[in-house]
C-alpha cells in the first residue's frame, strides 16, 4: 500500500501534526510506502522541519518506505529546506550541490545524548551569541535548558539521540528551537506516576511541567528539568513553549505573570516528543563581566 | 579550606556522573567540619542531573544551616548561582515538611 501525503502550505508542527500525522499514524498500520509531496509548501518553520524529521524517522524506523516529492528547487522554500541539510540528513544528499547552511540557522541535526551536551556549548551557544551579540555568560540559562531536555532523553526514554534545529530572525530578534525525540511520549512517561494515572495526554504534560514531578526514571530525578524550561523561556524572558507528543498539543506562554497552559486533546499524533521553544532575545538579562557574588 | 576547582575535575556540569564526581570530593571536608570553596572558573553552567548528584545529596547527611556555613562558592555565573541556591532552598524545604 502506497500514501501521498500533501505537506501543507505553512510547514509547522501544529499544522503537520493535525494533517499529516492524523492520515498517517492514526491508523493501526502503517502504508509500505509514504511519499511526501512539497508543491503546495511555502512558509517553513523550525518546528515543521523537525516534526518532519522525526516522522520521517518514525516511519523507516517501523519499515515504512519514505520519498520526497515536488522538491522544485526553483522554489524558496524548498532551498531554504535544502541549505537546513534536511535533504542530506534524509536522503542522503543535498537537492543542490551547491546548498550550505545560512548564517541565521543552526542546520538540522540527529545528535547523540552524550555528543549534544558538549555541541549546545560549543555550536549552539557559540553561534547563537555570534549572530545575536549577546555574550556566552548570558546564555547559560538558555544553553543549560537545551541540556536539560537532552539529559530528559537520556533519562527517561530508550532514544540515544534527538534532533535539533534552530533559527534566528534577526529583524525580530527572535530564536526558535525545535528539538524532538522517539522515545515514548512524555504523556505515556509521566503516566508512570500514580497520580498521572489515567490523565489525557495534554494533562499529563501540564503536570510533568511541575516543580518536583518525576516519573524517577533514574534514582537521582527530582522532576526539574521540565519546570526549568518553562521557568526561564515562560517566566522570564516572557517566551511561549509548544508540546506535542502523543494526541496532545500544549502550549505554554505567560498570561499576566504567571505562565499559562493551553491544553488541545486528540488534535493530532505526534511520535515520540516535539518542543519548540520561542522569544525574543531583547529579554534577555545582561550581567556584568565579574563573576556573580554567591550568598546562600 | 579546601578549595576544589570544579574544571579540573570534571569537564562540564552536566550529567549525574560528573555531579557525583564532585559530590565525593566535597562530602568528606564538609562532614569533618572543614570550609569548603567551590571554585566554578570556567563552567557554562550546571544543569538539575548535576546538581542532583553534586550538591542535593549533602541535604540528606547534613543540616543545610551546616552546608551553608562551610560551603563557599566563588567564580560562579548567574545560572549556576541561581540553580544552586534555589534548588538547594528548594529540596531543604521539602526535606524539613516531609520530617
Known amino acids: 500500500m502506497k500514501t501521498k501525503i500533501y505537506l501543507p502550505s505553512q510547514f509547522r508542527a501544529p499544522n503537520l501534526f493535525r494533517s499529516v500525522s492524523q492520515q498517517l499514524l492514526g491508523s493501526a498500520e502503517l502504508p509500505r510506502r509514504v511519499e511526501f509531496d512539497f508543491t503546495r509548501l511555502r512558509f517553513v518553520r523550525p518546528s515543521g522541519v523537525v516534526f518532519l524529521s522525526n516522522v520521517t524517522r518514525h516511519l523507516r524506523h517501523n519499515g515504512c518506505e519514505v520519498a520526497y516529492v515536488g522538491t522544485n528547487t526553483h522554489m524558496e522554500c524548498i532551498r531554504f529546506l535544502d541549505d537546513s541539510q534536511f535533504f542530506l540528513q534524509h536522503s542522503g544528499e543535498l537537492l543542490r550541490a551547491h546548498s550550505r547552511p545560512r548564517a541565521t540557522t543552526v542546520p538540522l541535526i540527529e545528535i547523540s545524548n552524550e555528543a549534544a551536551l558538549l555541541w549546545i556549548e560549543n555550536k549552539l551557544i557559540s553561534w547563537l551569541s555570534t549572530s545575536s551579540g549577546i555574550p556566552v555568560r548570558d546564555l547559560s540559562e538558555l544553553g543549560t535548558c537545551i541540556k536539560e531536555l537532552f539529559n530528559n532523553i537520556s533519562d527517561h526514554t530508550d532514544a540515544e539521540s534527538g534532533s535539533i534545529f534552530a533559527q534566528w530572525y534577526p529583524n525580530e530578534r527572535e530564536i526558535r528551537i525545535s528539538l524532538a525525540d522517539l522515545g515514548p511520549g512524555i504523556p505515556t512517561t509521566a503516566r508512570r506516576v500514580g497520580s498521572a494515572s489515567g490523565v489525557t495526554d495534554a494533562k499529563a504534560i501540564q503536570l510533568a511541567f511541575e516543580d518536583g514531578f518525576t516519573a524517577k526514571s533514574q534514582p537521582n530525578n527530582q522532576g526539574v528539568g521540565l519546570h526549568y524550561l518553562k521557568q526561564i523561556v515562560v517566566a522570564n524572558l516572557n517566551g511561549r513553549l509548544e508540546i506535542h507528543s502523543g494526541t496532545a498539543e500544549v502550549k505554554i506562554q505567560k498570561a499576566g505573570t504567571e505562565p499559562k497552559f493551553t491544553l488541545y486533546e486528540q488534535r493530532g499524533f505526534c511520535p515520540g516528543t516535539l518542543i519548540d521553544i520561542v522569544f525574543h532575545t531583547d529579554k534577555i538579562e545582561r550581567s556584568p563581566q565579574e563573576p556573580e557574588v554567591f550568598e546562600w | ?99
Not at chain 2, 556522573?17 to 567540619?33: E, H, N
Open chain 2, 1 to 99: 579550606m579546601v578549595v576544589v576547582h570544579v574544571k579540573s575535575i570534571v569537564d562540564a556540569c552536566d550529567t549525574p556522573t560528573q555531579g557525583k564526581t564532585v559530590f565525593s570530593r566535597i562530602l568528606g571536608s564538609l562532614k569533618a567540619g572543614e570550609e569548603v570553596e567551590i571554585d566554578f572558573l570556567g563552567v557554562f553552567g550546571m544543569t538539575s542531573s548535576f546538581m542532583n548528584c553534586a550538591f542535593i545529596p549533602l541535604l540528606d547527611t547534613l543540616p543545610f544551616e551546616q552546608i551553608k556555613r562551610q560551603m563557599k562558592v566563588v567564580h560562579a555565573n548567574r545560572q549556576i548561582v541561581n540553580m544552586l541556591r534555589e534548588r538547594m532552598k528548594v529540596h531543604a524545604e521539602r526535606l524539613k515538611s516531609a520530617a
